[in-house]
């Protein structure tokens, strides 16, 4: 297999889950960091300590490509650069609507010029969300998305479902859904050798959950669950008048830095695919961000 060389460019919060996401990948190799002058000299914890610093790619060894991972306003400058020297990028520049067809259009030209390929808005969001709203689209065509991505917590309804016989821990978040109506997620960790269905029976029944709608999740750990620190609710649901009520909801809770760099590193295995000029995660054929792995996608996920 032949490893891809990238760079990181930018070492704050997804640059560092970049290079954390790599170090577990066989597929690539980190050649090194590219950070402002005044940084090129701080020390990197372990596993990074070894791995090679500079203020500019012109001091690393060759590349297939660079993760640029700079603030949003200098994303599309940075990435330009990069193209100009026709290294190929990946970025993930937290833009969207018209601000993101902009700076598609605009790495877009400069990438055409120069006969390299770039992949824009590759995170978790424009990025794996973008994907995933654009599929819950085509299930239910006529219909309409809610997005929430800051789950609400209910401190009253949390201690109400901590107090149920058998739940070690609980958490309690109230989103808005579609219509102005409001639902209820209750995470809980459950005793060892209770019973989730009893659970959710006694939560459903009690007066104070009857207003709402309400969904009950057994995790592993309240704690990590809340360590993890952000979230999202996805939900579409078929228009009014539309057959078969069709609905789609889909919760998760996560780190966003490491999703982005998962998605990040994804992008750059389709790169050496990828015709000169910027597409976006909903341009590439799906098999293509599984690089070298994409033979036995269809065996397992089909
Ligand atoms: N699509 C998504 O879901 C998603 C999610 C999160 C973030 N993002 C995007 O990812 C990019 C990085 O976000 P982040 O959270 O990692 O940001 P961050 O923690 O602030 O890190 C940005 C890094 O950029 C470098 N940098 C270069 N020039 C800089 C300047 N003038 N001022 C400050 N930093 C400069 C610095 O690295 P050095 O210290 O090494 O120089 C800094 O640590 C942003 O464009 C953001 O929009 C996308």
């Known amino acids: 297999m032949k490893r891809l060389r990238l760079a990181i460019v930018g070492f704050g919060r997804v640059g ?8 577990g990948s066989e597929d690539v190799v980190l050649v090194g960091i590219v950070r ?3 940084q090129v000299a701080e020390k990197l914890p372990p596993p990074f300590s ?11 060894p060759e590349v297939d490509a660079a993760l640029v991972c700079v603030p949003v306003n200098l994303a599309q400058d940075t990435s330009q650069s990069f193209l100009s020297r026709r290294i190929p990028i990946v970025e993930c520049a937290i833009l969207h609507g018209e601000a993101f067809q902009q700076h598609h259009a605009e790495i877009h030209r400069v990438a055409f010029h120069h006969k390299v390929a770039a992949i824009v808005g590759a995170g978790w969001d424009p990025g794996a969300l973008s994907m995933l709203r654009c599929l819950f689209g085509l299930l ?32 309690s978040t109230e989103l808005p859904i579609a219509d102005g109506k409001v639902q209820r997620y209750v995470y809980v960790e459950l005793a060892s050798g209770v019973d989730y269905d009893e659970v959710v029976q006694a939560i ?30 996805l939900e579409r649901r078929a228009a009014s008048g539309q057959t078969g009520h069709a609905r789609f909801l889909l919760e998760g809770r996560f780190d966003e830095s490491f999703l982005t760099a998962q ?18 995660l909903l341009e590439l054929p799906l098999a293509a961000l599984w690089g070298e ?10």
Do not use: W
């Not at 560092?16 to 170090?23: I, P």
């Not at 309409?144 to 739940?167: D, F, K, M």
């Not at 995790?219 to 620190?229: K, Q, T």
């Not at 792995?293 to 089909?302: C, Q, R, S, T, V």
């Open 263 to 280: 998605i990040m590193l994804a992008a750059a295995r389709a790169l050496p695919g990828c015709k000169p000029g910027a597409l976006s």
């Open 50 to 60: 070894a791995i090679p610093r500079a203020a500019h790619i012109g001091e690393l």
């Open 204 to 233: 459903r029944s009690d007066p104070q959950f009857l207003d709402v709608e309400t969904l009950v999740f057994s995790v592993d750990s309240i704690a990590s669950l809340e360590d993890e620190g952000h979230g999202v609710v």
């Open 16 to 23: 560092k889950a970049c290079a954390q996401v790599m170090t």
């Open 140 to 171: 239910i065509p006529k219909g309409h998305t809610e997005t929430s991505r800051r789950p609400g917590l209910s401190l009253h309804h949390t201690l109400a479902v901590q107090s149920i016989p058998g739940v070690k821990d609980a958490l």
């Open 36 to 38: 402002r002058p005044e």
């Open 293 to 302: 792995l994409a033979a036995g996608i269809e065996n397992e996920y089909l």
